[in-house]
């Protein structure tokens, strides 16, 4: 197995507690800015020098930026861009050839339940997980012939450090508490749909629910549902 995120000390004590529960685990550490082109390109090379052949890719890394769309700084959005969107298409190219090596093997997108709506005032995460979960729905149709199985995990808020990291100085961002599932929770509902061959995996009933919901909901009441925003906009500073 190889972990990868920027911060090494971080992959080490993961590393660490992951090789404390399972002693037969071979763990690589391999950090890694997503962000980076170049050091994404370098990973498949990277883990061919361990002797390691993957036969599943996770794509979790991921951001959110909570607030107006106007008052975004640009180095934030585009950072939701880059890991969201563009690293999460990258390595599942790198990483495919790898992976059709192996008779079965699978690829696990973390997408978002934010991805099944527009969401104002988190609008470029929750279109960066629609692109995550469209994407995955039509490669799992390409990568069939190869024994790759693809699902999207679409996750409603779990308690991680996301919501701190999308916050802006001074908000805050609304939960729905009442739909939270714990990490290990969400994790699990991914692998297991995984393994069933499922295109998605929304874990928990209320979060599933919402998923169905909000498929079937005629688009003019969706608008004026999502109309009413919980955080109101502020006029344009000059
Ligand atoms: N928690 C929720 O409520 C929730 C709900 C729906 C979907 N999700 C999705 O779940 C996934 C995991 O998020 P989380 O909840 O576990 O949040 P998190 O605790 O903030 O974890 C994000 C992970 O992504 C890594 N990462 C971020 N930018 C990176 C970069 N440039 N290069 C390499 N790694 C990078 C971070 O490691 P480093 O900072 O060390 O790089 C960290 O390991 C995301 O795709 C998120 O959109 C979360």
Same mark, same amino acid.
């Given at each position: 197995m190889a972990l990868t995120a920027r911060r090494a000390e971080l992959l080490e004590e993961l590393a660490a507690s992951l090789r404390a529960t399972h002693p037969g685990l071979t763990i690589h550490c391999l950090p890694c800015d997503l962000a980076s082109e170049t050091e994404r390109a370098a990973l498949p090379g990277r883990c061919a020098a361990l002797g390691f052949t993957p036969d599943l890719l996770i794509n979790n890394a991921g951001l959110g930026e909570y607030g107006t769309f106007h008052e975004a700084d640009w180095p934030r959005l585009s950072q939701v861009l880059a890991v969201n969107i563009t690293a999460l298409t990258h390595l599942t190219h790198l990483f495919v050839p790898l992976l059709k090596t192996h008779r079965a093997s699978g690829i696990l997108n973390v997408s978002s339940? !934010? /991805?099944?709506t527009p969401i104002p005032d988190f609008a470029v995460y929750a279109a960066s997980k629609a692109y995550v979960t469209r994407l995955t729905e039509a490669l799992r149709i390409e990568f069939r012939p190869f024994g790759i199985e693809v699902t999207a995990l679409c996750p409603g %808020?779990? %308690?991680? !450090?996301f919501g701190q990291t999308a916050q802006? %100085? /001074?908000e805050h961002l609304p939960t729905a508490e009442f739909a939270r599932k714990s990490p290990a929770h969400v994790v699990s509902a991914g692998l297991r749909a995984l393994a069933a061959g499922r295109p998605d995996a929304f874990p928990g009933a209320i979060v599933w629910w919402t998923s169905r919901l909000l498929r079937l909901l005629p688009a003019p009441f969706l608008r004026l549902i999502l109309s009413r925003r919980p955080r109101q906009a502020r006029p344009l500073s000059p």
């Open positions: 339940l !934010a /991805g099944e %808020p779990s %308690p991680t !450090a802006r %100085p /001074g």
